[in-house]
């Protein structure tokens, strides 16, 4: 996963102005007792599904460089989902965490807790909560999951996103995956530390499916490589040559650019944002 600072800004404006009219008319969705009206409101939200995501799309491609948004892999804007980062028509809980077939993208034994049958309704419309990803992560691995550090009693309410502790990383979020995954050099991925944030993460997209580590693996294969180049470097011409290909890997065009970053960052104590600076200085 790779941390972007901020979502774009590019179309936001004439985005929310579209909405606002269905943000409005979710809010008047309620039952006799007053209560969101949670079966009206699925409905409306799934009425209006392909006149609102499409043109939300390609400002979000651009701004993750075409990458999934969990599991970093090229997307491309006819495969690739808008997806909800908090889910908007149900939450649920995971039953059983399942496995991917061998030399499949399909799923076996993967089973949920389907626990309410509302989401974050509210943010069905927000710009905040969008990012892009891959069917296999969005689909067949997240789907209405959303873990959280808190025990959920009841459906989410709004205001619930301002207090509740999220444990699924959000890639325009303020977590950096530096801290809450490590990657070894086969291109496994673990949590870092025991992060529960990490754990979460893993579990929620399936980021250690077997074809992601395959993915990763020349690429992981060639960081650990360098670390141990950066070891034994005898000159300063050497060490940054090193230093420079691990920049040019970790840069954000890059399929699997964050394992780098985790790789390079936990391995040597350097942050990346010296190392950025130093190789832009020298250019």
Not at 103 to 116: A, E, P, Q, S, T
Request: charged fraction near 25%; include cysteine.
């Amino acid at each position: 996963m790779m941390q972007f600072a901020n979502r774009p800004e590019q179309g936001r404006q004439s985005f929310e102005e579209r909405v606002a009219k269905h943000i409005a008319a979710l809010l008047e969705l309620k039952s006799q007792d007053g209560t969101p009206d949670y079966t009206a409101i699925n409905e409306y939200i799934d009425d209006r599904r392909n006149q609102v995501w499409g043109d939300v799309k390609p400002h979000f491609m651009e701004a993750k460089q075409r990458k999934c948004g969990f599991c970093e892999v090229f997307i491309t804007e006819s495969t690739g989902d808008v997806e909800h980062y908090r889910p908007k028509n149900a939450v649920w809980s995971l039953a059983e965490r399942g496995e991917e077939l061998e030399n499949l993208v399909n799923i076996r034994g993967r089973k949920f807790n389907k626990d309410f049958g509302s989401g974050y309704w509210w943010l069905a419309y927000a710009w905040d909560n969008y990012l892009v990803s891959c069917p296999t992560c969005n689909q067949k691995w997240k789907s209405a999951l959303f873990p959280i550090a808190e025990q959920r009693t009841m459906p989410p309410e709004p205001g619930d996103e301002a207090t509740e502790t999220a444990l699924l990383m959000d890639p325009f979020g303020a977590e950096s995956p530096v801290s809450h995954l490590t990657f070894d050099d086969l291109g496994q991925i673990q949590a870092f530390q025991n992060s529960q944030i990490g754990l979460e993460t893993i579990i929620t997209c399936g980021l250690d499916r077997e074809s992601l580590r395959s993915s990763r693996y020349e690429k992981a294969v060639r960081a650990f490589a360098l670390l141990r180049n950066l070891a034994i470097a005898d000159t300063p011409e050497e060490t940054h040559q090193i230093l420079a290909d691990f920049h040019e890997m970790g840069r954000t065009k890059h399929v699997h650019s964050g394992m780098i970053r985790c790789i390079f960052v936990q391995n040597t104590g350097m942050s990346w944002d010296i190392l950025e600076t130093s190789m832009n200085r020298d250019d």
